[in-house]
C-alpha cells in the first residue's frame, strides 16, 4: 500500500512498475483541500447517520422488543426495571442512535474510502467494495451473536446465583450497556477476516506467517478478550475468545486464498 503524508499526494517513483501508471495521487491536493474534502465526508456520515436515528425513532417500540423480550427469559421474573423517570427515555434515544449507525454504516465506510482513496494506487483502488462489503457483513455477524448467543447466556449465568431471599431483577440501563459493548466488541472482532484479506492482497500477511504466530495469537486473543469483554466472569470471556480463535483459523484460509501473487522470476 502506498505510504503518502495526505490521500491525493502522489507517491515518489521507487523505479519499479510502470512510472505512467495511473497510481496513487494523480492530482495534488493542498492541505486546505484535504480539509474541505474531510469536511464534505463527515457532513455526509453525520446525515446519514442523522436520517438513520429518525427512521430508527419511529420503529423503536419494536426495536426495545426485539432486543429486550429475548433477554426476559433468561431471567425468573421475566421484567427489568428503571428507578430515575428519564432513565428509560434517554435509553430509547440510544438505541435509536444505536440502530441508525446500524442503517448508515455501509454508507460511513463508504465516505471513510472515498477520503483515503486517493492515497492509493489504482490496484489497490479496486478493493473499494469489498472493503464496504465485507466489513458491513462482518460486523453485523458480530452484532447477532452478541444479541442471539453470548450476551443471553451471560444473563442467564448471572441469574443462577439468584436464590430464595434474593431476586434478580435488573436495572434496564445497565443491562442496555452491557447490550452494546458486548455487541461493537463482537462487531470489531469478526472484522478480523477483512483485516486479514486486506493485508494479504497487499502482501502484508500470508498463511504460514500466521500459522507460525499461532500461540502467541492465543495468548493475545485470551487478554484482549479479558479487555474487551464488560464483565469479569468467565463466561463472557470464553464466549468472546472462542469466536476470535474461529475467526483467526478462518483468517489462515483467507490469507492462503489471497494472498499476493509474487511476480515470476525474470528470464536470462
Known amino acids: 500500500m502506498a505510504l503518502v503524508p495526505f490521500p491525493g499526494t502522489p507517491a515518489p517513483y521507487d523505479g519499479d512498475g510502470d512510472p505512467d501508471d495511473d497510481s496513487a495521487g494523480a492530482d495534488k491536493m493542498s492541505f486546505l483541500e484535504h480539509l474541505d474534502e474531510l469536511r464534505k465526508r463527515l457532513i455526509v456520515s453525520v446525515s446519514s447517520l442523522g436520517i438513520g436515528f429518525v427512521i430508527s425513532w419511529i420503529y423503536i417500540d419494536r426495536l426495545v422488543d426485539f432486543i429486550f423480550i429475548p433477554l426476559r427469559a433468561t ?26 449507525l446500524f442503517l448508515a454504516l455501509p454508507i460511513i465506510l463508504w465516505q471513510i474510502w472515498r477520503f483515503v482513496a ?23 455477524l458480530g452484532a447477532a451473536f452478541s444479541h442471539y448467543v453470548a450476551l443471553p447466556w451471560t444473563m442467564q449465568f448471572f441469574a443462577s446465583f439468584e436464590r430464595a431471599e434474593i431476586v434478580f431483577i435488573p436495572r434496564v440501563a445497565p443491562v442496555f450497556g452491557m447490550y452494546v459493548k458486548m455487541m461493537l466488541a463482537m462487531g470489531l472482532v469478526f472484522e478480523m477476516p477483512t483485516a486479514v484479506y486486506f493485508l494479504a492482497r497487499i502482501g502484508l500477511v500470508t498463511a504460514r506467517f500466521l500459522i507460525k504466530q499461532f500461540k502467541y495469537a492465543l495468548l493475545i486473543i485470551f487478554i484482549a478478550a479479558a479487555i474487551l469483554t464488560p464483565g469479569t466472569d468467565i463466561v463472557s470471556q470464553a ?16 490469507a492462503w486464498l489471497f ?6 522470476a525474470a528470464d536470462a
Open 239 to 254: 464466549l468472546m475468545a472462542g469466536p476470535m480463535i474461529v475467526l483467526y483459523i478462518i483468517s489462515i484460509g483467507i
Open 118 to 140: 486517493p492515497g492509493l494506487y489504482s490496484n489497490e483502488k479496486r478493493l473499494a467494495i469489498p472493503f464496504v462489503f465485507l466489513s458491513t457483513v462482518f460486523f453485523t
Open 75 to 100: 431471567i425468573k421474573g421475566g421484567k427489568f426495571q428503571y428507578t430515575e423517570p428519564g432513565e428509560f427515555f434517554m435509553l430509547q434515544m440510544k438505541l435509536a442512535a444505536l440502530a441508525g
Open 259 to 264: 494472498a499476493k501473487k509474487k511476480p515470476a
